[in-house]
């Protein structure tokens, strides 16, 4: 092997186990020898499954030394956001209240499916605490640094996810998205992120944030792990209300499609505004490798991003009304007083709110008559560093906590599927463009971030590497 | 809608914490009152669209159980 084991993809570790030139142990035991050296520098991992990795690991190479037909991702090791239950693993959901919880009696729904794919799971991934957060910093648990630059943070609240990829700790990590959870890491951490269609991927046996906004998707190096990820977890889940079907033939069918014929639009107007100059030159980067010529403006957008964040506040805290109530102290104090005021505001806010984003959706969607995908940037800056509190937009002094999300925040308002791809800022950090397609469109998002990958556009691997 | 000032805010807390018997010491006050500001500022972007009085709130609740995945938010 070239490289180190755990500087392959997912589906190339897949591709070599099959031929047999590696063993499922030898993978799994180089990515806990990595963990083991690494994970006290980017602090990505909160709980580490070891036992069940090497076990199952053994399990698969059982399977195919007895010559039985291996699933797609068998070998890759992957790890979870640790708001996903994991069978015996407290699910910490990136807070301390939750260490009293009693431990998940059952993997969720994800987990069974990514391992009946024959990924392997390595353990539990830090968060920002409850996912109220996008930086990756975590007062309970330490914060998740960015292994481009450890003085920087990794983007959150997927921050372990987006470290440990990005830190060769796990092919596949699992994040959630509730306003930019997946494509803020990716785009700091530098990997390919996909948040799909709302309900495409169930989020039973996942403790909640915001009901209404919440998915789970994967974090990768390469486009063809999302692609595997997604095809492996996605399809109805009775336990998840909002769950639908699988689309009716694999994403991975279409991934090698090309560009022809798809009709592809810079978003410009608020999505042309607040951002760094590194922001926008990656996305002129990708519309010229998607031979974009057109720049249209959404509608409205200002008031979409609004409208998700009363949304979050007033879901947020009624899910946590209880806890405000009787163990406010124990609160990240950031996270607490955004659902204390949450707790505050008017019903009739979150009402109209929720009737602004039927409005919205129906003006949004009427453009994608027209269009098949839209680019536009997934974060205003590089990585900031893990302890800044301001940045500056557009001559503004801003948080850097509440605006880091400010481009992926109107999107997932609506629940459309996003692909995250990584560039090269001029500063030598990555940050990423969002590639946003019509609902259930997560082939022509996987298909235009692949064609980027291939061309050397959007690139992703083991940071230092 | 005009936003409230900084004492209308803090008053509207302080009711808001006794009323609705949500914690409220003088450490949290900053930090809590800095979010309603947010929440004021940002909240007039959408309070003042008029979207007739059809306009259905997202998610639709149907009434038999297992139709509501047939209607996406």
């Known amino acids: ?465 | 809608m005009r936003l409230p000032s900084a004492a209308k805010i803090s008053a509207f807390a302080q009711s808001a914490s006794d009323a609705l018997d949500l914690p409220l010491p003088e450490t949290y006050r900053p930090g809590v009152e800095a979010n309603l500001s947010v929440a004021f500022r940002l909240s007039a972007h959408f309070l003042d669209s008029d979207l007739g009085d059809e306009a259905e709130p997202a998610p639709v609740f149907h009434a038999m159980s297992g139709s509501s995945r047939q209607e996406q938010p």
């Open chain 1, 1 to 465: 092997m070239s490289r180190p084991i755990t500087a392959y993809a997912a589906y190339e570790l897949a591709s070599i186990f099959a031929r047999g030139d590696i063993s499922a142990l030898e993978i799994t035991r180089a990515h806990l020898a990595a963990i083991a050296e690494r994970n006290a520098d980017v602090g990505a991992y909160t709980a580490i499954t070891a036992e069940r990795a090497l076990k199952t690991a053994a399990q698969l190479d059982d399977k195919r030394a007895s010559g039985e037909a291996l699933p797609p991702l068998a070998g890759a090791p992957f790890a979870v956001k640790n708001l996903i239950d994991i069978a015996g693993v407290t699910t910490l959901a990136g807070s301390r209240i939750n260490r009293d919880h009693a431990p998940a009696s059952v993997d969720a729904p994800v987990i069974r499916r990514l391992e009946a794919a024959g990924a392997i799971l390595l353990g539990a991934l830090n968060m920002g605490e409850y996912a109220y957060d996008f930086t990756g910093r975590n007062c309970h648990d330490g914060n998740a640094h960015n292994p481009h630059d450890l003085a920087r943070m990794s983007g959150g609240s997927s921050g372990g996810s987006g470290a440990a990829a990005a830190a060769g700790l796990a092919a596949i990590t699992l994040g959630s998205d509730t306003n930019g959870s997946i494509r803020v890491p990716a785009s700091l951490c530098g990997l390919f992120g996909l948040k799909a269609t709302y309900g495409a991927i169930p989020r039973s046996g996942t403790f909640p944030f915001v009901a209404s906004f919440d998915h789970i998707g994967p974090l990768a190096r390469s486009v063809r792990d999302l692609a595997l990820s997604f095809d492996a977890m996605a399809g109805l889940d009775s336990d998840d209300p909002v769950s639908i079907a699988a689309p009716n033939q694999p994403v991975t069918a279409t991934l090698e499609d090309g560009i022809s014929g798809l009709r592809i639009a810079r978003l410009g107007g608020y999505f042309a505004r607040m951002g760094s100059p590194e922001a926008f030159a990656a996305v002129d980067v990708v519309a010229r490798g998607l031979r974009v010529t057109e720049t249209l403006e959404w509608p409205e957008v200002e008031a979409a991003r609004a409208a998700a964040f009363i949304i979050t506040m007033t879901e947020g805290a009624a899910l946590h009304l209880d806890r405000l109530k009787t163990r406010a102290a124990d609160f990240d104090p950031e996270v607490r007083d955004r659902l204390l005021a949450g707790a505050m505001l008017p019903g009739v806010w979150a009402v109209q709110a929720q009737k602004f984003r039927r409005h919205f959706r129906a003006k949004v969607l009427e453009l994608f008559r027209h269009h098949d995908a839209f680019i536009a940037p997934a974060t205003p800056t590089t990585a900031p560093l893990v302890d800044q509190k301001t940045f500056m937009l557009d001559g503004q002094e801003l948080p850097v906590r509440a605006n880091l999300g400010l481009f992926t925040q109107p999107i997932s308002f609506i629940g459309l599927p996003v692909v995250a791809v990584p560039c090269r800022a001029a500063n030598g950090l990555p940050i990423g463009v969002q590639i946003i397609t019509a609902p259930g469109r997560e082939d022509t998002a996987l298909r235009l971030a692949r064609t980027l990958e291939r061309d050397g556009i959007a690139h992703s691997g083991v940071a230092g590497t």
